[in-house]
């Protein structure tokens, strides 16, 4: 079992910069492929990205391709999602999630364990 926290959300303006951080704690956080997902008001919880065991492939949404980026540091038993250019439809909270089978699970209920999510606004 793993017990996931997020932080680093907030209020930043269109355009601006983000970067989130899910810190992981219990069974070896290197066994866990890891993901980001997020769910906006009134939507269903959707699938931002995801990143292998060792860190070496990533997968991402169509919505956010080329302006996010996820990273991995097994050392510290922490994932990362770096968002660029963010805009108003970004504005969701953001919450990682850990599995033992598949980085690329698009399904939210095929994740295991979660985090409680963090609140990202873009907003000017």
């Known amino acids: 079992q793993v017990q996931l926290v997020e932080s680093g959300g907030g209020l930043v303006q269109p355009g601006g910069s983000l970067r989130l951080s899910c810190a992981a704690s219990?069974?070896?956080?290197?066994?866990?492929?890891m993901g980001w997902f997020r769910q906006a008001p009134g939507k269903e919880r959707e699938y931002v990205g995801g990143?292998?065991?060792?860190?070496?492939?990533?997968n991402y949404a169509d919505s956010v391709k080329g302006r996010f980026t996820i990273s991995r540091d097994n050392a510290k038993n922490t994932m990362y999602l770096q968002m660029n250019s963010l805009n108003s439809e970004d504005t969701a909270v953001y919450y990682c999630?850990?599995?033992?089978?598949?980085?690329?699970?698009?399904?939210?209920?095929?994740?295991?364990?979660w985090g409680q999510g963090t609140r990202v606004t873009v907003s000017s």
């Open positions: 990143i292998s065991v060792g860190g070496t492939r990533t």
């Open positions: 999630a850990a599995d033992s089978r598949d980085f690329r699970y698009t399904n939210y209920g095929r994740w295991n364990y």
């Open positions: 219990g069974r070896s956080f290197s066994t866990y492929a």
